[in-house]
């Protein structure tokens, strides 16, 4: 409970007091200045093209669905950049980054190193698919806790900035 009066917290001082219009500053508690603290999306780096709802959700407490929605993002937009409309999860992943026909080409594919990276994220992206987004969209209660989720959210945040980085978004 303490963590989620921490995080209302946190968001109560980041709004300030510009939502108490009849409320004299002085009786409302503020940070001194340097004090405030950012939000756990700012000091993890979430990346920011995740749906608002991936916050939205993350900050009501609702940690495995925050999770889910900001990997079935990602199966959104491989799916997008692939074209492969008939597939989804693991079997989308393997076929949209496999090295020998990639519909997402993370790189040239012509070095050993390339189709190294290209099999190894190839790889993320599935098992991505398969071990954090499908127990999420089957499983009635996963337990994810604040920093569990971040962690799965800075995971999803990499893949996305790669997708980035081969400038296929």
Do not use: C
């Amino acid at each position: 409970m303490s963590g989620l009066l921490d995080r209302f917290e946190r968001v109560a001082r980041s709004v300030g007091t510009e939502w108490l219009p009849d409320v004299a500053v002085s009786t409302v508690a503020i940070a001194p200045e340097g004090e405030n603290e950012l939000h756990p999306f700012e000091t993890r780096n979430i990346h920011p093209d995740l749906p608002n709802k991936v916050r939205t959700l993350f900050d009501d407490g609702h940690f495995e669905q925050a999770v889910f929605e900001a990997f079935k993002f990602i199966e959104i937009e491989v799916k997008r950049i692939s074209g492969l409309n008939g597939k989804t999860g693991y079997a989308l992943m393997m076929d949209a980054f496999n090295e020998n026909n990639a519909k997402v080409k993370l790189n040239a594919l012509v070095s050993e190193s390339e189709l190294d990276e290209q099999r190894g994220f190839r790889s993320m992206f599935a098992g991505a698919a398969a071990g954090i987004r499908n127990p999420r969209g089957h499983e009635i209660d996963i337990g994810d806790t604040p920093d569990e989720a971040l962690d799965y959210l800075a995971f999803s945040s990499l893949l996305l900035r790669r997708l980035d980085a081969a400038h296929v978004r």
